[in-house]
């Protein structure tokens, strides 16, 4: 499988189709991967696939604006490819998928305390609900040959569980823990730097006229900033999970996450990163949408 | 900044429940604000010439006035500030009277209330900014729904300053309710005497297009500058060629039921509904012709008529006639889509509708009329007799809360006198009874025809209310109480005429829709203000008349139809037209070019422009306002994540500055 | 972790505590409904604090969020009815972007009685003033926000 994406590298930048590939490497760890750019024919023996390939390579196509581009993806990648697509902000053309059949990548997070507590690190959370390990689109598709790629066990199961789950709290228990919880936000936003989706030019958390909410520590501005996220990607999240991965202090964005793609779901038949075609969901609406909640 | 406060006593209708002196000094330690102070009536001359001394002498550069709600008097205000020399962008009114004074009783409560509301207009007229006004240009042509006669008469306004106006009928001619009326109140005109030549006038003027059989479709675009979508449904008969010589409807076998004529009289399949008809060509009704009945059978075997085709020496018969939408542009708009009847099958005591004789006001009109079904008598509609004892009852549907509408419909009492009266022209044994609640006869020289009905024409008033109907012996039997003299009354009439009340069409609400104008729980047009603004609504450019915005008579219906046409020739005699600033802006440094608010725009006002960009040294789309099509709605706004649109007016500085004044 | 305006609206609020309530009007339906109310004198709780925008669909969700985080005990938002929004489409808008808001505030503990929204008509001057006397009642009965925190 490694050879066959190194040389489908190597045949796009030697026939120019593509001016560099986007892949990945391995770490000096010798373990995990790391995001690579590919120039030249000779560079595409760094390639590398394997389940530590976590890392979702999109938020890299905006930093070489319309140069044609090879980019290595997984199926949760190829759909955040499709939104921004539909959101004008990556030209299909511009860049060819080279689609990788997906069996699962690795929990990041365990993987690097793995040995000292030797916990299942085979699949992340987010892979155990995926139903697709074949790209909604792609140019060309390497194809899974160790053993044929199977759709996890778990994706027949209820995907929102743990959302319904935590649903179910009483409202004092909800308020409590995701107040713990968003305490420890240290405002980072490493959330917001790796999110395939977070592209303004500025982020509304760091506009002054005027100031959205606070931009001191404390649970008004954390809170803000948490809910303002993830409204920002409500219709848009296509759960690669990245930001989750990337929080430095382990708050459950997945989980809030998946709360809005499960409402925005179950109220409005809607999935993001399905169609390039698809209208932003808050920028349309169904005159018969539900307005139980209203008075 | 100097910020000013000027806090109305609006006499005493917010003194009374706010102390207005505690708002002026609690607001006058405000940051920001340099001066504060009350007065009478701030909108009076004096009022106004307070703010503007203030404004000078105190070097104010922006203003807060606290009074009522700012539908009434921003403009006002805004106008007085730009006569001080203030941007008129820089005003914002605090509502303490709608909101606050007339809501509240306890003073300590509604002051407290009034200093918080000072407070959220002062955080946002320190967010306010000098705005300029833009200017779009007009379509000088105004669209007039229904060719009723106050539709009629607004083209004939118009026509008449030579502006082009177009009339959209839904019926085959126009003319409306009116040309089914047989004589007028309070001077007995002949209706049709005193419409005909108003419908002679539009049709033959150079400037009035008339689409009869059509409907709106589609109303889009905003004042100066409105695209109508207009259905023309098939005539089957080319406007064009017809002659109106009446050969075609001799000769057509079909006879079915005129509507026109409240199903009293037969008209033919293919038809003009009256003599007079606006345009005179008439039309087909499908359901009914032998050739489209024959065409719609099964394989078509039957064989088709085709008479009205074959004797028309003209070549108008087009059976293959079309549907049509036309797409045409227009700066203002008339809403004249008048009224329908009250349906009064409802009331059990008045048997629910299934008598034949128990008809209504507009039964009789037609009988009245001498062109009518009846040839101008009287008659039973059971069987033919002329009616000689004719009960008329009044308030059919009108002030009735439970079963019909709460308001009083203002033509029934007249219209039901000259019933009475034109009965004993009609046939001088007869005897007419009314039945009524009060008589409402508000209008010139009608009390006196009331009187003179009464009088002269013996007709016997009885106050009260009819309990039952019923037929017995070939009569309707009325039963019902004389509240006056206690007695109980049962008379043998040979017909009983039902004032059925005015109310909206039901279509209004579809159309109100189209236009974004409002409408009330009666579904009758709203006005833009009750009393000042009685022919305008909310939409700048859509102005009302006659009876789609409460029941008129012929009158007022003519009165409101010259109202609301100079109303819209004063739009059309402006150059261009001034359109407030409070539209989207694009801040295109923050713009990522998502085009959200593209897709989410209601008016299509946002389009996408590729631009140059220096730092990124290379070329990106960003969103552009299309400034005349802009409404301020500020959808776009919330749809974009990085706010690089905003509302200039409702700004999201001056909303969160707001916020945070809570 | 309170920012020193809030502390200080708790501290003055601790005793008689009335509830406080920002309400986003739009121009054309609700805020003419509460002018109705106002022209036909009906009385209501003085809790509500009006922001009067052109359309339900002017209302940003961050407004609703620096509302309750800056010490409102709700929030209502009002609109013309589906149908009747004088931009045609404002209010439809508004009701998806809303639907999502109060299912992820419920989800995150914030009382759902804190956030209401309503189609109030220019003519409905008394479902106004229904619907501000059940909102004060309801906010009443979830308590101060600050309280909470």
Same mark, same amino acid.
């Given at each position: 499988?490694?050879?066959?994406?190194?040389?489908?590298?190597?045949?796009?930048?030697?026939?120019?189709?593509?001016?560099?590939?986007?892949?990945?490497?391995?770490?000096?760890?010798?373990?995990?991967?790391?995001?690579?750019?590919?120039?030249?024919?000779?560079?595409?023996?760094?390639?590398?696939?394997?389940?530590?390939?976590?890392?979702?390579?999109?938020?890299?196509?905006?930093?070489?604006?319309?140069?044609?581009?090879?980019?290595?993806?997984?199926?949760?990648?190829?759909?955040?490819?499709?939104?921004?697509?539909?959101?004008?902000?990556?030209?299909?053309?511009?860049?060819?998928?080279?689609?990788?059949?997906?069996?699962?990548?690795?929990?990041?997070?365990?993987?690097?305390?793995?040995?000292?507590?030797?916990?299942?690190?085979?699949?992340?959370?987010?892979?155990?609900?995926?139903?697709?390990?074949?790209?909604?689109?792609?140019?060309?598709?390497?194809?899974?040959?160790?053993?044929?790629?199977?759709?996890?066990?778990?994706?027949?199961?209820?995907?929102?569980?743990?959302?319904?789950?935590?649903?179910?709290?009483?409202?004092?228990?909800?308020?409590?823990?995701?107040?713990?919880?968003?305490?420890?936000?240290?405002?980072?936003?490493?959330?917001?730097?790796?999110?395939?989706?977070?592209?303004?030019?500025?982020?509304?958390?760091?506009?002054?006229?005027?100031?959205?909410?606070?931009?001191?520590?404390?649970?008004?501005?954390?809170?803000?900033?948490?809910?303002?996220?993830?409204?920002?990607?409500?219709?848009?999240?296509?759960?690669?999970?990245?930001?989750?991965?990337?929080?430095?202090?382990?708050?459950?964005?997945?989980?809030?996450?998946?709360?809005?793609?499960?409402?925005?779901?179950?109220?409005?038949?809607?999935?993001?990163?399905?169609?390039?075609?698809?209208?932003?969901?808050?920028?349309?609406?169904?005159?018969?949408?539900?307005?139980?909640?209203?008075? | 900044?100097?910020?000013?406060?000027?806090?109305?006593?609006?006499?005493?209708?917010?003194?009374?429940?706010?102390?207005?002196?505690?708002?002026?000094?609690?607001?006058?330690?405000?940051?920001?604000?340099?001066?504060?102070?009350?007065?009478?009536?701030?909108?009076?001359?004096?009022?106004?010439?307070?703010?503007?001394?203030?404004?000078?002498?105190?070097?104010?550069?922006?203003?807060?006035?606290?009074?009522?709600?700012?539908?009434?008097?921003?403009?006002?205000?805004?106008?007085?500030?730009?006569?001080?020399?203030?941007?008129?962008?820089?005003?914002?009114?605090?509502?303490?009277?709608?909101?606050?004074?007339?809501?509240?009783?306890?003073?300590?409560?509604?002051?407290?209330?009034?200093?918080?509301?000072?407070?959220?207009?002062?955080?946002?007229?320190?967010?306010?900014?000098?705005?300029?006004?833009?200017?779009?240009?007009?379509?000088?042509?105004?669209?007039?729904?229904?060719?009723?006669?106050?539709?009629?008469?607004?083209?004939?306004?118009?026509?008449?300053?030579?502006?082009?106006?177009?009339?959209?009928?839904?019926?085959?001619?126009?003319?409306?309710r009116?040309?089914?009326?047989?004589?007028?109140?309070?001077?007995?005109?002949?209706?049709?005497?005193?419409?005909?030549?108003?419908?002679?006038?539009?049709?033959?003027?150079?400037?009035?297009?008339?689409?009869?059989?059509?409907?709106?479709?589609?109303?889009?675009?905003?004042?100066?500058?409105?695209?109508?979508?207009?259905?023309?449904?098939?005539?089957?008969?080319?406007?064009?060629?017809?002659?109106?010589?009446?050969?075609?409807?001799?000769?057509?076998?079909?006879?079915?039921?005129?509507?026109?004529?409240m199903n009293?009289?037969?008209?033919?399949?293919?038809?003009?509904?009256?003599?007079?008809?606006?345009?005179?060509?008439?039309?087909?009704?499908?359901?009914?012709?032998?050739?489209?009945?024959?065409?719609?059978?099964?394989?078509?075997?039957?064989?088709?008529?085709?008479?009205?085709?074959?004797?028309?020496?003209?070549?108008?018969?087009?059976?293959?006639?079309?549907?049509?939408?036309?797409?045409?542009?227009?700066?203002?708009?008339?809403?004249?889509t008048g009224f329908t009847q009250f349906d009064h099958s409802v009331y059990g005591e008045y048997g629910y509708g299934k008598y034949k004789d128990v008809v209504t006001g507009l039964h009789f009109e037609?009988?009245?009329?001498?062109?009518?079904?009846?040839?101008?008598?009287?008659?039973?509609p059971?069987?033919?007799?002329?009616?000689?004892?004719v009960v008329f009852i009044q308030c059919v549907g009108s002030r009735d809360e439970q079963k019909g509408v709460p308001y009083c419909s203002r033509i029934c009492c007249m219209y039901t006198?000259?019933h009475?009266?034109?009965?004993?022209?009609?046939?001088?044994?007869?005897?007419?009874y009314v039945f009524y609640i009060d008589i409402r006869?508000?209008?010139?020289?009608?009390?006196?025809?009331?009187?003179?009905?009464?009088?002269?024409?013996?007709?016997?008033y009885l106050r009260g209310r009819v309990s039952r109907i019923f037929e017995?012996?070939?009569?309707i039997i009325v039963r019902g109480a004389d509240t006056?003299?206690?007695?109980q009354i049962e008379i043998?009439a040979?017909l009983v005429v039902l004032a059925t009340g005015l109310i909206a069409r039901p279509e209004t609400v579809k159309?109100a829709?189209?236009?974004?104008?409002?409408y009330d729980q009666n579904r009758l047009f709203t006005?833009?203000?009750?009393?000042?603004?009685?022919?305008?609504?909310?939409?700048?450019?859509?102005?009302?008349?006659?009876a789609c915005q409460s029941p008129k008579d012929?009158?007022?219906?003519?009165?409101?139809?010259?109202?609301?046409?100079?109303?819209?020739?004063?739009?059309?005699?402006?150059?261009?037209?001034?359109?407030?600033?409070?539209?989207?802006?694009?801040?295109?440094?923050?713009?990522?070019?998502?085009?959200?608010?593209?897709?989410?725009?209601?008016?299509?006002?946002?389009?996408?422009?590729?631009?140059?960009?220096?730092?990124?040294?290379?070329?990106?789309?960003?969103?552009?306002?299309?400034?005349?099509?802009?409404?301020?709605?500020?959808?776009?706004?919330?749809?974009?994540?990085?706010?690089?649109?905003?509302?200039?007016?409702?700004?999201?500085?001056?909303?969160?500055?707001?916020?945070?004044?809570? | 972790?309170?920012?020193?305006?809030?502390?200080? *609206? /708790?501290?003055?609020?601790?005793?008689?505590?009335?509830?406080? +309530? &920002?309400?986003?009007?739009?121009?054309? $339906?609700? !805020?003419?409904?509460?002018?109705?109310?106002?022209?036909s004198?009906?009385?209501?709780?003085?809790?509500?604090?009006?922001?009067?925008?052109?359309?339900?669909?002017?209302?940003?969700?961050?407004?609703? *969020? /620096?509302?309750?985080?800056?010490?409102?005990?709700?929030?209502? +938002? &009002?609109?013309?009815h589906?149908?009747? $929004?004088? !931009?045609?489409?404002?209010?439809?808008?508004?009701?998806?972007?809303?639907?999502?808001?109060?299912?992820?505030?419920?989800?995150?503990?914030?009382?759902?009685?804190?956030?209401?929204?309503?189609?109030?008509s220019?003519s409905e001057g008394d479902k106004?003033?229904?619907?501000?006397?059940?909102?004060?009642?309801?906010?009443?009965?979830?308590?101060?926000?600050?309280?909470?925190?």
């Open positions: 499988m490694i050879e066959e994406l190194r040389n489908k590298a190597r045949e796009l930048l030697k026939t120019k189709q593509v001016e560099a590939v986007i892949g990945y490497q391995r770490a000096s760890d010798g373990l995990s991967a790391i995001p690579c750019v590919i120039r030249s024919e000779e560079e595409a023996g760094r390639l590398i696939w394997d389940a530590a390939c976590v890392y979702n390579l999109c938020g890299y196509l905006k930093d070489f604006r319309a140069k044609k581009l090879g980019i290595v993806a997984k199926a949760c990648d190829v759909r955040a490819m499709i939104v921004l697509i539909s959101e004008n902000q990556l030209n299909r053309d511009d860049v060819f998928i080279i689609g990788m059949e997906c069996c699962g990548v690795v929990d990041e997070k365990r993987a690097r305390v793995s040995g000292r507590d030797g916990s299942d690190i085979s699949s992340a959370d987010k892979c155990k609900s995926c139903a697709s390990c074949v790209p909604l689109a792609y140019d060309c598709l390497i194809k899974e040959k160790r053993e044929k790629a199977k759709v996890s066990e778990d994706a027949d199961k209820d995907k929102y569980e743990p959302v319904r789950k935590l649903e179910a709290k009483s409202l004092s228990e909800k308020s409590k823990s995701w107040k713990d919880e968003f305490k420890r936000c240290i405002r980072c936003y490493a959330c917001r730097q790796v999110c395939p989706m977070c592209y303004c030019p500025r982020c509304v958390a760091d506009q002054f006229m005027p100031v959205w909410f606070s931009k001191a520590g404390g649970i008004e501005g954390n809170f803000s900033w948490n809910v303002a996220r993830a409204m920002h990607l409500a219709g848009r999240c296509i759960d690669c999970g990245e930001c989750e991965r990337a929080c430095p202090v382990g708050i459950p964005l997945r989980d809030i996450n998946r709360k809005i793609e499960k409402d925005i779901k179950e109220l409005f038949g809607y999935e993001a990163g399905m169609k390039t075609d698809a209208k932003p969901f808050l920028a349309c609406f169904d005159k018969n949408d539900p307005e139980d909640f209203i008075k | 900044m100097k910020i000013g406060v000027f806090i109305c006593h609006c006499g005493t209708n917010i003194s009374a429940t706010v102390d207005v002196e505690k708002v002026a000094q609690v607001t006058s330690k405000l940051a920001k604000v340099h001066f504060s102070t009350t007065y009478l009536y701030m909108c009076s001359n004096p009022g106004q010439e307070l703010i503007k001394k203030a404004i000078k002498e105190k070097g104010l550069d922006r203003i807060v006035v606290c009074s009522c709600s700012p539908s009434l008097h921003e403009k006002t205000f805004r106008k007085c500030a730009e006569e001080a020399g203030i941007n008129p962008y820089l005003v914002e009114i605090a509502n303490i009277r709608e909101h606050c004074s007339w809501v509240h009783r306890d003073k300590k409560e509604a002051t407290l209330k009034a200093i918080d509301i000072v407070r959220l207009a002062v955080a946002k007229v320190s967010r306010d900014k000098p705005l300029v006004k833009t200017y779009v240009p007009i379509e000088k042509r105004v669209l007039i729904i229904g060719g009723g006669i106050s539709g009629i008469q607004s083209a004939i306004d118009i026509a008449f300053a030579k502006y082009p106006v177009t009339i959209v009928e839904r019926e085959s001619s126009i003319g409306g009116m040309a089914r009326f047989d004589k007028t109140f309070p001077t007995l005109d002949c209706a049709a005497c005193i419409l005909t030549p108003k419908m002679v006038t539009v049709s033959q003027s150079q400037y009035v297009t008339i689409y009869t059989c059509s409907e709106i479709e589609e109303v889009s675009g905003h004042v100066g500058d409105f695209k109508v979508k207009i259905r023309k449904r098939a005539r089957s008969v080319d406007i064009n060629k017809c002659t109106g010589c009446g050969a075609c409807y001799a000769k057509c076998p079909v006879k079915v039921s005129a509507k026109f004529d009293l009289g037969l008209r033919k399949a293919i038809y003009v509904p009256f003599p007079q008809a606006v345009p005179n060509v008439p039309v087909i009704d499908r359901q009914n012709c032998l050739w489209f009945s024959a065409k719609n059978a099964s394989g078509g075997t039957k064989k088709a008529c085709g008479l009205c085709k074959k004797i028309c020496n003209f070549g108008a018969i087009d059976y293959d006639m079309q549907d049509e939408i036309i797409e045409e542009k227009f700066g203002a708009i008339i809403v004249a037609r009988m009245a009329s001498s062109s009518g079904p009846t040839g101008g008598k009287i008659i039973r059971s069987d033919g007799k002329e009616a000689r004892d006198a000259k009475a009266l034109l009965l004993k022209e009609h046939n001088k044994d007869a005897q007419a006869a508000a209008g010139k020289n009608y009390e006196e025809f009331v009187k003179k009905v009464q009088d002269e024409y013996g007709a016997i017995k012996g070939g009569k006056l003299s206690g007695a043998k040979d159309l829709q189209m236009l974004h104008i409002p006005e833009a203000h009750p009393k000042l603004a009685p022919v305008e609504t909310v939409t700048s450019g859509i102005f009302l008349t006659g012929i009158p007022d219906s003519v009165a409101t139809a010259s109202a609301a046409s100079v109303k819209a020739l004063g739009l059309l005699l402006q150059d261009k037209l001034e359109k407030e600033p409070l539209i989207a802006k694009v801040d295109r440094n923050l713009c990522s070019g998502c085009r959200a608010c593209v897709v989410a725009c209601p008016f299509n006002a946002i389009d996408m422009k590729e631009i140059e960009d220096r730092a990124l040294k290379c070329k990106r789309d960003v969103a552009e306002v299309v400034e005349g099509v802009c409404t301020g709605c500020g959808n776009c706004t919330v749809v974009c994540r990085m706010s690089a649109i905003d509302i200039e007016g409702f700004s999201n500085r001056q909303i969160m500055e707001e916020i945070e004044a809570l | 972790m309170i920012n020193p305006r809030t502390q200080e *609206l /708790k501290n003055s609020r601790a005793e008689s505590w009335e509830p406080k +309530i &920002a309400a986003f009007l739009c121009n054309w $339906c609700s !805020y003419a409904g509460a002018d109705l109310a106002g022209t004198r009906r009385e209501y709780p003085p809790n509500i604090r009006i922001i009067r925008l052109p359309c339900s669909g002017r209302v940003n969700p961050l407004f609703v *969020l /620096k509302c309750l985080m800056d010490g409102a005990d709700g929030v209502l +938002i &009002a609109g013309c589906t149908g009747d $929004c004088h !931009y045609s489409e404002g209010n439809y808008y508004a009701r998806r972007r809303f639907a999502i808001l109060k299912k992820l505030f419920e989800f995150l503990g914030i009382d759902p009685r804190r956030f209401q929204m309503a189609w109030v220019a106004w003033v229904k619907v501000v006397k059940e909102l004060v009642e309801e906010i009443k009965k979830a308590g101060p926000i600050l309280a909470k925190s």
